[in-house]
């Protein structure tokens, strides 16, 4: 046995092996021939790499791993290094687009119901003059003398003063002009045109007058006075049904007809009056188009005079939220009526939002209101800015409010301001206007007389006196007092005054330019699906790679996972000298079983022992009969137990083959075994 073992040790050493550990069967060290050599992680983790490169799905790696020699090893390793870079950058490209979210706008024009907007309109000619022999005329003249009277006395102020402060307070005076001193006195009916003069005749898809009467809206707004807004959806559901039926049976779009009275005729005393001291200020009527619920407001408006016909193009506009560059609602302001203190609430829109930043930053430093933004209910207690008493007192900080005003600018506001609503509704607009009302080239002299008269009774109504007469009509001195009505009973129509008639209405059209209305709809230009397939069509083009490849890699991680479990399992089975574990990985490797078969094939084994043969006597005859009958019995056990061993060998599925394999039993005779065995487990007897 003792050659056996120095054989085997020879035929390791020269086959290679660096075993110093016997490994003879039947020996009692062969236990220890059973721990195979570890290979390191490293080695391990290449060969997994290796494997995953030759079954990949990516042609370059295949490729690289099944080159024949060194130069197409680096020639694949180049292309497949180039490949990846056109890959990278067509990927950052990609990449970079989708995360641009790239908006497409589809626009679909539809039967849709037009909804009318909000309409506010205001009398650009801010000081209405009632007539005369009236208490608002007495009152309006007593406002205008103490207007005189605090700019004089204020001036002889500015005049005690040095140089540089009597300049800014004489600038400040002269900037105040009547309009802004009236409206800051915070009683505007005082000089306002009233609406039932204003608006002489209001005609919804030809309903009478009377049906919109009751659905205006007095605004108190500088420098205009009183302005009048009409919201088409109060009016009287009857109104509303009729003109939908007629639009629908008739066809004809819905349209809103406002006959308006200007009044720019002044008293004789104030004929060279300037309300707003701007010579760019023209006569007629400031029309504003809202959605409904908002704050009218000044600087998205319209100057028209004479005949103007506003055609409108409703556009329903729906904003992609992914974006975030839109709001799903608007905060509510709470706007208060300047002389009645009647709070309002409206709609937030991205002027409000600037309007009410720049008067908050005025009213924390300066503690004061600008008289040209719109009130808001806790601003009612603050005096305005531009008030003379104000500014007296605080005269050290004089251009306190115009600072405000500067700094607000230079801050963007916008930037803090509220973002469009994601779905809202616009309108565009197309006006056009003619020359009206043409009295003498329509021979309309009867209708304007009827519609005099009839102004006349309002005024009668209203202040107790009347004075249309002088300014409508062509009287002189030497004729008699008339009134509207009698000229018009008498069919005097050569008596109109057709220039007051032309200076002082004008005619307002308001139409659908069609039923049909666009429907605007943002969508993303570069979803995520189409993402996905530039991504596929990137990867296949350069790298060649699927979604396959990515299980590929997910199994590549997992047999990186099952590696370090490995690890920590041969280290708990060396502790433990778990004896099948070490077995069951020493014969696993095909370097140690193709050893052990090379060594059974130089080793012959020694021939069995020859019988010998004696002469006995009957009774020893009898004896070993009866010996050979027990044997025979114990020979049969050991036969059918080595049966079973060998099927269970069979069944394990691990076939080595050698010249034979000699195992020592427990008396220590060798057994002789078949050249080819199954071998799967090996127990102890």
Not at 122 to 144: A, G, M, T, W
Not at 363 to 372: F, P
Not at 380 to 391: A, I, L, S, T, V
Not at 631 to 657: D, Q, Y
């Given at each position: 046995?003792?050659?056996?073992?120095?054989?085997?040790?020879?035929?390791?050493?020269?086959?290679?092996?660096?075993?110093?550990?016997?490994?003879?069967?039947?020996?009692?060290?062969?236990?220890?021939?059973?721990?195979?050599?570890?290979?390191?992680?490293?080695?391990?983790?290449?060969?997994?790499?290796?494997?995953?490169?030759?079954?990949?799905?990516?042609?370059?790696?295949?490729?690289?791993?099944?080159?024949?020699?060194?130069?197409?090893?680096?020639?694949?390793?180049?292309?497949?290094?180039?490949?990846?870079?056109?890959?990278?950058?067509?990927?950052?490209?990609?990449?970079?687009?989708?995360?641009?979210?790239?908006?497409?706008?589809?626009?679909?024009?539809?039967?849709?119901?037009?909804?009318?907007?909000?309409?506010?309109?205001?009398?650009i000619n801010p000081i209405f003059f009632p007539p005369k022999n009236s208490q608002h005329y007495e009152d309006l003249l007593r406002v205008i003398k103490q207007y005189d009277q605090d700019k004089k006395i204020y001036k002889q102020r500015a005049a005690k003063l040095k140089n540089w402060k009597r300049g800014v307070f004489t600038s400040v005076i002269k900037g105040v002009y009547i309009s802004d001193y009236l409206y800051m006195q915070r009683n505007i009916t005082l000089y306002s045109i009233p609406h039932e003069i204003f608006v002489q005749d209001c005609r919804y898809m030809g309903t009478h007058k009377d049906s919109c009467s009751s659905s205006w809206i007095t605004h108190r707004r500088w420098p205009?006075?009183?302005?009048?807004?009409?919201?088409?959806?109060?009016?009287?559901?009857?109104?509303?049904?009729?003109?939908?039926?007629?639009?629908?049976?008739?066809?004809?779009?819905?349209?809103?007809?406002?006959?308006?009275?200007?009044?720019?005729?002044?008293?004789?005393?104030?004929?060279?009056?300037?309300?707003?001291?701007?010579?760019?200020?023209?006569?007629?009527?400031?029309?504003?188009?809202?959605?409904?619920?908002?704050?009218?407001?000044?600087?998205?408006?319209?100057?028209?005079?004479?005949?103007?016909?506003?055609?409108?193009?409703?556009?329903?506009?729906?904003?992609?939220?992914?974006?975030?560059?839109?709001?799903?609602?608007?905060?509510?302001?709470?706007?208060?009526?300047?002389?009645?203190?009647?709070?309002?609430?409206?709609?937030?829109?991205?002027?409000?939002?600037?309007?009410?930043?720049?008067?908050?930053?005025?009213?924390?430093?300066?503690?004061?209101?600008?008289?040209?933004?719109?009130?808001?209910?806790?601003?009612?207690?603050?005096?305005?800015?531009?008030?003379?008493?104000?500014?007296?007192?605080?005269?050290?900080?004089?251009?306190?409010?115009?600072?405000?005003?500067?700094?607000?600018?230079?801050?963007?506001?916008?930037?803090?301001?509220?973002?469009?609503?994601?779905?809202?509704?616009?309108?565009?607009?197309?006006?056009?206007?003619?020359?009206?009302?043409?009295?003498?080239?329509?021979?309309?002299?009867?209708?304007?007389?009827?519609?005099?008269?009839?102004?006349?009774?309002?005024?009668?109504?209203?202040?107790?006196?009347?004075?249309?007469?002088?300014?409508?009509?062509?009287?002189?001195?030497?004729?008699e007092p008339m009134n509207i009505s009698e000229v018009l009973t008498n069919g005097q129509f050569e008596l109109l005054n057709v220039d007051f008639v032309e200076r002082n209405f004008m005619y307002l059209r308001i139409v659908p330019s069609s039923l049909f209305a666009d429907e605007m709809l943002e969508d993303e230009e570069y979803p995520l699906s189409r993402f996905l397939t530039d991504v596929g069509g990137c990867v296949g083009l350069w790298v060649g790679a699927s979604l396959i490849t990515v299980f590929e890699f997910c199994d590549l991680l997992l047999d990186f996972l099952g590696l370090d479990a490995i690890f920590r399992r041969k280290r708990s089975v060396r502790q433990n000298g778990h004896y099948?574990?070490?077995?069951?990985?020493?014969?696993?490797?095909?370097?140690?079983?193709?050893?052990?078969?090379?060594?059974?094939?130089?080793?012959?084994?020694?021939?069995?022992?020859?019988?010998?043969?004696?002469?006995?006597?009957?009774?020893?005859?009898?004896?070993?009969?009866?010996?050979?009958?027990?044997?025979?019995?114990?020979?049969?056990?050991?036969?059918?137990?080595?049966?079973?061993?060998?099927?269970?060998?069979?069944?394990?599925?691990?076939?080595?083959?050698?010249?034979?394999?000699?195992?020592?039993?427990?008396?220590?005779?060798?057994?002789?075994?078949?050249?080819?065995?199954?071998?799967?487990?090996?127990?102890?007897?």
């Amino acid at each position: 046995m003792s050659n056996q073992t120095q054989q085997l040790k020879q035929g390791r050493s020269s086959g290679g092996g660096d075993h110093s550990s016997p490994c003879v069967p039947g020996s009692t060290s062969f236990s220890d021939c059973l721990q195979p050599r570890s290979p390191t992680s490293a080695q391990q983790i290449g060969q997994m790499v290796l494997a995953f490169s030759k079954r990949s799905t990516i042609h370059g790696l295949n490729h690289i791993a099944q080159a024949r020699s060194a130069r197409r090893r680096i020639f694949w390793m180049l292309i497949f290094s180039a490949a990846s870079c056109g890959f990278l950058t067509n990927l950052y490209h990609i990449a970079v687009k989708y995360i641009q979210v790239p908006v497409l706008t589809n626009v679909k024009h539809d039967h849709l119901s037009f909804k009318f907007p909000d309409i506010t309109v205001c009398n650009i000619n801010p000081i209405f003059f009632p007539p005369k022999n009236s208490q608002h005329y007495e009152d309006l003249l007593r406002v205008i003398k103490q207007y005189d009277q605090d700019k004089k006395i204020y001036k002889q102020r500015a005049a005690k003063l040095k140089n540089w402060k009597r300049g800014v307070f004489t600038s400040v005076i002269k900037g105040v002009y009547i309009s802004d001193y009236l409206y800051m006195q915070r009683n505007i009916t005082l000089y306002s045109i009233p609406h039932e003069i204003f608006v002489q005749d209001c005609r919804y898809m030809g309903t009478h007058k009377d049906s919109c009467s009751s659905s205006w809206i007095t605004h108190r707004r500088w420098p205009y006075g009183a302005c009048y807004q009409l919201n088409i959806t109060k009016l009287g559901r009857d109104a509303i049904s009729r003109s939908n039926k007629k639009a629908f049976s008739s066809g004809f779009r819905p349209d809103l007809f406002l006959l308006l009275y200007k009044g720019v005729e002044y008293p004789d005393e104030f004929k060279y009056l300037d309300a707003h001291g701007l010579i760019g200020m023209p006569s007629g009527v400031l029309l504003m188009l809202h959605e409904p619920g908002t704050y009218p407001q000044i600087g998205e408006s319209f100057l028209l005079d004479k005949y103007a016909q506003v055609d409108l193009h409703m556009t329903r506009k729906q904003h992609l939220r992914k974006l975030k560059l839109c709001e799903s609602h608007r905060d509510i302001y709470d706007y208060v009526d300047v002389e009645t203190g009647e709070r309002r609430f409206y709609k937030e829109t991205r002027t409000d939002c600037v309007e009410n930043i720049t008067q908050t930053a005025i009213k924390q430093q300066c503690k004061c209101v600008g008289h040209e933004y719109p009130l808001k209910y806790d601003d009612e207690k603050y005096p305005f800015c531009r008030d003379f008493k104000w500014f007296d007192q605080h005269f050290n900080d004089s251009d306190c409010a115009n600072r405000m005003h500067r700094q607000v600018k230079e801050a963007n506001p916008l930037k803090m301001c509220y973002k469009d609503l994601c779905e809202h509704t616009t309108y565009s607009t197309v006006i056009s206007q003619a020359n009206f009302p043409a009295v003498i080239e329509r021979k309309t002299h009867r209708g304007w007389l009827r519609l005099l008269s009839m102004m006349e009774r309002d005024e009668l109504k209203k202040y107790g006196t009347t004075d249309l007469a002088s300014k409508a009509l062509k009287l002189n001195s030497t004729t008699e007092p008339m009134n509207i009505s009698e000229v018009l009973t008498n069919g005097q129509f050569e008596l109109l005054n057709v220039d007051f008639v032309e200076r002082n209405f004008m005619y307002l059209r308001i139409v659908p330019s069609s039923l049909f209305a666009d429907e605007m709809l943002e969508d993303e230009e570069y979803p995520l699906s189409r993402f996905l397939t530039d991504v596929g069509g990137c990867v296949g083009l350069w790298v060649g790679a699927s979604l396959i490849t990515v299980f590929e890699f997910c199994d590549l991680l997992l047999d990186f996972l099952g590696l370090d479990a490995i690890f920590r399992r041969k280290r708990s089975v060396r502790q433990n000298g778990h004896y099948y574990g070490q077995l069951r990985r020493a014969l696993s490797p095909h370097e140690e079983v193709t050893r052990l078969v090379e060594y059974n094939r130089r080793t012959p084994l020694p021939p069995p022992p020859s019988p010998q043969v004696t002469r006995n006597s009957p009774a020893d005859i009898n004896s070993a009969e009866v010996g050979q009958d027990d044997e025979a019995g114990s020979n049969s056990v050991a036969t059918a137990a080595a049966a079973a061993a060998t099927e269970n060998r069979l069944n394990s599925g691990i076939t080595m083959s050698a010249s034979t394999l000699s195992c020592s039993s427990a008396g220590g005779d060798p057994v002789k075994r078949p050249r080819a065995v199954q071998i799967g487990m090996v127990s102890s007897v």
